[in-house]
């Protein structure tokens, strides 16, 4: 199994800036796609952005020339630079990584505990 531990979220007022970062550990073969997702209050659960191990990014349209994700496979870390935040993007981020246990399982999936962002406007 994969434990994911998420930190970086806060409170920012529109416009500014914030770093969410996602740390993966655990003994498995590999580590494939990672992403984010968020869910504000009273809505679904969505895609922010996601980051294969190759690099190939896919980002939510509504997040689209504002934030990056990035991953460091060494390291088995995933980041999500979020910049002109807005309060829209309030909510409540979770990072997740999909991983084969060996080298002869399908993917499973990991989600971390969550990190709460708030934008003031």
């Known amino acids: 199994q994969v434990q994911l531990v998420e930190s970086g979220g806060g409170l920012v007022q529109a416009g500014g800036s914030l770093r969410l970062s996602c740390a993966a550990s655990?003994?498995?073969?590999?580590?494939?796609?990672m992403g984010w997702y968020r869910q504000a209050p009273g809505k679904q659960r969505e895609l922010v952005a996601a980051?294969?191990?190759?690099?190939?990014?896919n980002y939510a349209d509504s997040v689209k020339g504002r934030f990056t994700i990035s991953r460091d496979n060494a390291k088995s870390t995933v980041s999500l630079q979020m910049n002109s935040l807005k309060p829209e993007d309030t909510a409540v981020y979770y990072c997740?990584?999909?991983?084969?246990?060996?080298?002869?399982?399908?993917?499973?999936?990991?989600w971390g505990q969550g990190t709460q962002v708030t934008v003031s406007s």
């Open positions: 980051i294969t191990r190759g690099g190939s990014t």
């Open positions: 997740n990584a999909e991983f084969q246990k060996t080298t002869y399982t399908p993917n499973s999936l990991s």
């Open positions: 655990g003994r498995v073969f590999r580590i494939n796609a």
